[in-house]
């Protein structure tokens, strides 16, 4: 059963965590859960006047949890929308007269017509930058026409072309959106710019087409339309025409790419185009979790090759993807090799460097930011230089490396720590609030937990001699940080029944007796424990599921 509960819900009462079932809990679970626990916070069983209204707080909010786990209809609108689904007025008090499954299907249509509205409101801005740079200068020697020159003259780096491109789009209505696009490029002096408005439709589930207009100082004006479809689920065709008109005529351009899944993981595309530039291409892609593999060959004209590339993805938080190619044609032989990584939540930054015959060395520089890309192709020879290719390889890394190092850790390290003070400030008076109820609850407990550690060791059982829950500092590199934890041994030993310990996969913040000392960081829980005279010891992360006694927790005695 999904969860739709945030950080915040989390924060002020989660059901499961507070009884200790599952999310798939039985009925029979749910009850025995809740049995224990008023047995443990039931008011008629404490005298003192301050036990005794703490108690009735803990216990209310025990019966609470109950009342709504217990309920099907309450548990699914509970299990999608939080305590707050069950707190509002209106079409909700209705819904929980429906089925589970019922209030789901309402829940899935309501999220997407909040989808579609919210998407109305976005312009979904899109935009590239590219900047041409020609450093030939620095390794492309001329002796012979310049054999009087300076050794020692500065080389000559200049910008010789630059492209920039944005489009926005404006929805229309749930079906109907407008995108508009416009270009500016540049190149040794000579410059030019379109503009384009497209509008598309959804005409079904299925497909959706396109009709666009376009003017511009270097092409003239277009005329387009494209339509998307897919004949089967693992077979769709695009098909798209165009008139170009100009100072020579009317130029005419059709394009259609026919493609198929082959497997889960591997699409077959074929494409034909007819214009000024027609050919035919066939290609294979596979994308798997851990790779991405493309073969490609066209017949055209001017341009007949063949391509194939390989994509390593690292499965590591930064996402670092290494990268090579090769491809062959008419034009010569190229060859390309590079990786990108992950720098912060919203940016990606690559480098590839490019190796052909008669293209000479480049490096090529892209930073994704969100929906902008920034581009920088540095084109370093006309030749295969040894050392154009040594640096343009060595180079980037040792920037990344600097960067990484000076500017982009301490600049995330000290977002995350400005986002977990935001954090922990707005969870304040919540946290307060758990802890005084954790307190009371450890007080309440002390009778029965005194009835339990008596059975436990009269059997030689389960003891649970210490328990710590919190943020631990293990790591000899982040000896500065300080450690947070609680004590939590009463309220563990008050969770043993006939030797036996067990906890759910959920946050162990919201078991009784205990509460979150460190917003927003990562926990643990590690428990010092004896069982038949051994002692054992054990730790846990805040969501795994733990079960003690284990025979991989035993302490050897000889260490």
């Known amino acids: 059963m999904a969860s739709a509960l945030d950080d915040d819900e989390i924060l002020n009462d989660d059901y499961y965590s507070l009884l200790n079932v599952r999310r798939e809990a039985t009925q029979d679970e749910l009850k025995a859960a809740y049995r224990r626990l008023c047995m443990l916070y039931h008011p008629d069983k404490h005298r003192d006047p301050e036990l005794k209204t703490q108690a009735e707080q803990l216990f209310n909010l025990v019966h609470e949890a109950y009342q709504v786990l217990r309920e099907p209809q309450a548990r699914a609108i509970y299990d999608i929308y939080g305590k707050r689904g069950?707190?509002?007025?209106?079409?909700?008090?209705?819904?929980?007269?429906?089925?589970?499954?019922?209030?789901?299907?309402?829940?899935?249509?309501?999220?997407?017509?909040?989808?579609?509205?919210?998407?109305?409101?976005?312009?979904?801005?899109?935009?590239?930058?590219?900047?041409?740079?020609?450093a030939t200068d620095i390794f492309d020697q001329y002796e012979e026409d310049y054999e009087d020159a300076s050794a020692g003259g500065v080389p000559h780096v200049e910008i010789n072309k630059m492209h920039i491109s944005q489009s926005i789009e404006a929805p229309l209505t749930t079906k109907d959106t407008a995108i508009l696009s416009g270009?500016?490029?540049?190149?040794?002096?000579?410059?030019?710019?379109?503009?384009?408005?497209?509008?598309?439709?959804?005409?079904?589930?299925?497909?959706?087409?396109?009709?666009?207009?376009?003017?511009?100082?270097?092409?003239?004006?277009?005329?387009?339309?494209?339509?998307?479809?897919?004949?089967?689920?693992?077979?769709?065709?695009?098909?798209?025409?165009?008139?170009?008109f100009s100072t020579r005529g009317v130029r005419p351009g059709v394009t259609t790419v026919l493609a198929r899944h082959l497997d889960k993981n591997t699409m077959g595309y074929l494409q034909w185009r007819w214009g000024i530039q027609s050919s035919?291409?066939?290609?294979?892609?596979?994308?798997?979790?851990?790779?991405?593999?493309?073969?490609?060959?066209?017949?055209?004209?001017?341009?007949?090759?063949?391509?194939?590339?390989?994509q390593y993805k690292f499965q590591d938080d930064d996402q670092t993807k290494i990268k090579g190619s090769v491809k062959s044609g008419f034009f010569g032989t190229v060859v390309e090799y590079g990786a990108e990584r992950k720098i912060s939540r919203h940016s990606v930054l690559g480098a590839t460097v490019s190796v052909g015959v008669p293209q000479g060395v480049?490096?090529?520089?892209?930073?994704?930011?969100?929906?902008?890309?920034?581009?920088?192709?540095?084109?370093?020879?006309?030749?295969?230089?040894?050392?154009?290719?040594?640096?343009?390889?060595?180079?980037?890394?040792?920037?990344?490396?600097?960067?990484?190092?000076?500017?982009?850790?301490?600049?995330?390290?000290?977002?995350?720590?400005?986002?977990?003070?935001?954090?922990?400030?707005?969870?304040?008076?919540?946290?307060?609030?758990?802890?005084q109820e954790a307190e009371a609850a450890i007080m309440l407990m002390q009778e029965s937990v005194r009835r339990i550690i008596e059975t436990e060791e009269s059997r030689l059982g389960l003891i649970v001699l210490n328990a710590w829950y919190g943020k631990f500092v293990t790591d000899n590199s982040r000896k500065h940080e300080k450690a947070k934890v609680i004590d939590v041994t009463v309220p563990l030993q008050c969770l043993v029944k006939d030797s036996k310990?067990?906890?759910?996969?959920?946050?162990?913040?919201?078991?009784?007796?205990?509460?979150?000392?460190?917003?927003?960081?990562?926990?643990?829980?590690?428990?010092?424990?004896?069982?038949?005279?051994?002692?054992h010891q054990v730790l846990s992360g805040d969501t795994e599921p733990l079960r003690i006694p284990k025979q991989s927790h035993r302490i050897d005695a000889d260490t």
């Open 501 to 535: 310990l067990i906890l759910t996969e959920a946050t162990k913040s919201g078991l009784p007796g205990f509460y979150d000392p460190c917003v927003g960081e990562e926990k643990s829980l590690k428990v010092l424990y004896q069982f038949r005279g051994v002692m």
């Open 86 to 134: 069950l707190d509002v007025e209106g079409w909700e008090v209705m819904e929980r007269k429906r089925t589970p499954a019922e209030i789901r299907e309402e829940y899935e249509r309501l999220q997407k017509e909040r989808e579609e509205r919210r998407l109305q409101q976005r312009t979904n801005p899109k935009g590239t930058i590219s900047v041409g740079i020609d």
């Open 362 to 435: 480049s490096l090529k520089i892209k930073l994704n930011r969100a929906s902008q890309t920034y581009f920088f192709p540095i084109h370093l020879t006309d030749q295969l230089l040894p050392s154009a290719v040594f640096y343009a390889t060595v180079g980037p890394l040792v920037f990344y490396l600097a960067i990484q190092q000076l500017i982009i850790r301490p600049y995330v390290r000290a977002q995350k720590e400005q986002d977990l003070e935001k954090q922990q400030e707005s969870s304040a008076s919540n946290i307060a609030r758990k802890k």
């Open 183 to 244: 270009s500016l490029s540049t190149h040794n002096g000579n410059g030019g710019g379109t503009v384009n408005l497209a509008l598309r439709r959804v005409t079904s589930a299925k497909g959706w087409g396109e009709v666009e207009l376009g003017a511009g100082d270097t092409h003239g004006p277009l005329l387009g339309m494209k339509i998307f479809r897919n004949l089967t689920p693992r077979f769709f065709v695009t098909a798209q025409c165009g008139l170009q």
């Open 280 to 310: 035919m291409n066939t290609s294979i892609v596979r994308d798997t979790k851990s790779s991405h593999f493309t073969f490609a060959m066209q017949l055209g004209i001017p341009h007949t090759f063949v391509m194939m590339s390989y």
